[in-house]
């Protein structure tokens, strides 16, 4: 019963704010809306309104390119010694490595020390993984044993300002079935 009253007084609350920021929005529109009604020259020459649109379209286009993260394919992958700028980043961690083997040209960064990895300096970047930091746009694309933490992977680089990533989603367990290895 007491759970209930609270709910309702959590509704309520949220309510009266609702429309609290309803009337102050109105309020503060309401100048703008008789400065444009009196023949406002901002609001009516469409070249003052253009500038302020490409800004939005570009920010959503930022926004769109940011967020996506892309699909590799097993014979993307395969071709990555191929392409030197790629960096193929097995999460998975050493002891499973150990164990299974590992995709070429890939480059072991285990996922719970990805984040300080990433994070960290050029120079200790290189030293402990030897290879060259990735810059933010460089394409990375994430592999471990199924495809999980590959993402997840994916998306703590999204976090920390990487633009151009891919997920492996057949993973180890794919490409240990393609090429005849142990899973
Ligand atoms: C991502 O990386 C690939 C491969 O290096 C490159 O072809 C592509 O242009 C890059 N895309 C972006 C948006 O930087």
């Known amino acids: 019963m007491r759970l209930i009253n609270i709910n309702i007084g959590a509704a309520n609350a949220a ?4 429309a609290f920021v309803i009337v102050l929005t109105v309020a503060s529109l309401l100048p ?19 500038p302020v649109e490409s800004t939005i379209s570009s920010a959503a286009n930022l926004h769109i390119k940011r967020r996506k993260i892309m699909d590799a394919t097993y014979e993307q992958v395969k071709d990555v010694p191929n392409h030197p700028e790629i960096y193929l980043i097995d999460v998975r961690n050493p002891e499973e490595l150990t164990a299974t083997g590992s995709i070429p040209s890939s480059l072991n960064v285990p996922l719970p020390e990805l984040e300080a990895a990433l994070n960290s300096d050029s120079e200790e970047f290189e030293k402990k993984y030897g ?53």
Request: proline share 4%.
């Open 15 to 18: 309510a009266a704010v609702d």
């Open 32 to 50: 703008i809306i008789s400065a444009n009604d009196s023949s406002n020259r901002e609001f009516s020459d469409p070249s003052a309104i253009k």
């Open 131 to 183: 290879r060259a930091k990735p810059a933010n746009d460089a394409n990375i694309i994430f592999t471990c044993r199924s495809g999980r933490r590959a993402q997840e992977a994916a998306e703590i680089a999204k976090t920390v300002g990487f633009t151009n990533l891919s997920v492996y989603r057949g993973s180890w367990l794919e490409w240990a079935e393609k090429e005849g290895l142990p899973q």
